[in-house]
């Protein structure tokens, strides 16, 4: 997979090329990966790259011309590559869409800065539009990094058997279960029995109810798109006994009798 990133803070992604797993998946050439700087293509002594909005307004446009340039040199060097402009506007990134890049021949990366991005750059040069977030950034670097950390991550013989992706948060549809190492006891928080047992069967039960369990309590919308296979139904069906139970003792006494009236 190649990763270019057209941007006016190159520097910006040095640091993110050296670390974890992305400088492995490099090392490995499993990736290759670049930050051009659009100033390169701007003219002029002072190589500018915004200027002020037609119509008025505040802040400064990203110019036409520099990110024009930049994208068709980087679409030459990468003819497959997808153009994607990393805006608060564009489709919201997921695990999904992180799959779907994950496919690509190579992706290349449009930072807008300032205020956005003249409208032509959008209609022409542009295969797709992506945010990260219903937030605004100062620029799509950070955003550009997430995208990359994430799709990488993806890409077969990245990741060892023990990080696999497959078992991830979100690649089943719902959160990944709890995790535990040592030591046995922490802070008074013991390791729950069932992970030392050396039980497979049942610590494969155990996790996939706890990704249930964490599953409802705290991204309950993930369900909603999600069709549960039978042995989610079965640990689903016994949570309802199990709190139909509960509030059947507790009515048995009356509200608040349990606890002494309260
Ligand atoms: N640029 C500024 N804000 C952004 C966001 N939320 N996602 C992607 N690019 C951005």
Not at 15 to 34: C, L
Not at 106 to 122: M, T
């Amino acid at each position: 997979m190649n990763f270019v990133v057209l941007t006016i803070f190159p520097e910006m992604f040095n640091p993110f090329w050296e670390h974890g797993i992305i400088r492995r998946a490099i090392d490995r050439n499993k990736i290759r990966v670049s930050a051009i700087d659009i100033r390169d293509f701007a003219e002029g002594k002072h190589r500018v790259t915004d200027d002020r909005p037609y119509g008025g307004g505040c802040g400064m446009v990203m110019k036409p011309e520099p990110l024009g340039a930049a994208i068709r040199e980087a679409t030459q060097k990468a003819p497959l590559s997808k153009k994607i402009l990393l805006t608060p506007q564009g489709r919201r990134f997921d695990s999904s869409v992180a799959h779907e890049l994950s496919s690509s021949e190579g992706l290349i990366f449009i930072c807008g800065r300032y205020e956005g991005v003249d409208e032509r750059i959008c209609l022409d040069f542009i295969d797709d539009e992506i945010s990260i977030g219903d937030y605004v950034l100062t620029g799509g670097e950070l955003a550009a990094m997430v995208i990359i950390d994430a799709v990488t991550r993806l890409i077969p013989g990245i990741l060892g058997g023990r990080e696999s992706a497959e078992k991830d948060s979100f690649s089943g549809g719902i959160l990944e279960y709890a995790q535990y190492t040592r030591p046995r006891s922490f802070e008074g928080h013991d390791v729950p029995e069932i992970l030392l047992s050396g039980d497979h069967k049942k610590i494969e039960n155990w996790r996939l109810e706890t990704s249930l369990i964490r599953t409802f309590l705290k991204r309950p919308d993930l369900f909603e798109n999600r069709a549960l296979s039978k042995q989610e139904i079965e640990i689903l069906k016994k949570w309802c006994v199990d709190i139909e139970r509960i509030i059947h003792n507790q009515s048995l006494y009356g509200p608040g009798a349990l606890s002494g009236g309260q």
